[in-house]
């Protein structure tokens, strides 16, 4: 299923998101679920694109695969983990319930999703990015509390453990599949 994705976004124009897979393939298999927020070649060579190189474990959610419906269903404040490590998750600015001025589904710190679900299988979602998601410089608990303050819901927080950490519902995500040995 990663070897296929592979080679979905290669074809679809995402030759450095395919080719940073591939190098992190070991990695990657260890995972049930993956989400991956990607830059497109042409937004990595024109601008933005060193910064993307640099943090692309902070745009990899783990063991969540988070479709268009899926992010839909998210609320501003929520909390994703990311291979980035402790500390360096992302923090959901735009979701369910929010209004936003410029008609955006999504965004995640910040930044608007480009188009959803560019390629999805039974354990990844992929989705592009204008530019490479912002580490937040306030502190973690504090941006998600004044996103959700602001878009009026309950701050969540999602991390590693159960069909979506622990969140309130696990409808909040696709299922979890188990990963077979050499898939």
Do not use: W
Not at 63 to 92: C, F, K, N, Y
Not at 100 to 112: E, K, L, M
Request: glycine share 8%.
């Amino acid at each position: 299923m990663i070897r296929d994705a592979i080679a979905r976004l290669r074809d679809r124009g995402y030759g450095f998101m395919a080719l940073a897979m591939r190098v992190k393939l070991a990695e990657l298999e260890r995972f049930a679920n993956l989400t991956l927020f990607a830059l497109d070649d042409q937004a990595i060579f024109v601008g933005g694109g060193h910064h993307y190189v640099s943090a692309l474990r902070f745009h990899i959610v783990p063991d969540h695969r988070l479709t268009h419906a899926d992010l839909l269903r998210l609320r501003p404040g929520m909390i994703l983990p990311t291979l980035a490590g402790e500390g360096q998750s992302l923090v959901v600015t735009n979701g369910a319930g929010s209004a936003s001025a410029y008609n955006i589904d999504v965004s995640i710190n910040y930044i608007p999703i480009k188009e959803l679900d560019v390629v999805v299988n039974s354990r990844i979602a992929v989705h592009d990015v204008y530019m490479p998601f912002p580490r937040p410089r306030l502190n973690l608990a504090n941006l998600a509390a004044s996103v959700a303050a602001a878009s009026a819901v309950q701050t969540s927080t999602c991390s590693v453990g159960g069909p979506f950490g622990d969140c309130p519902s696990s409808a909040m995500t696709s299922p979890k599949r188990q990963v077979a040995p050499g898939e």
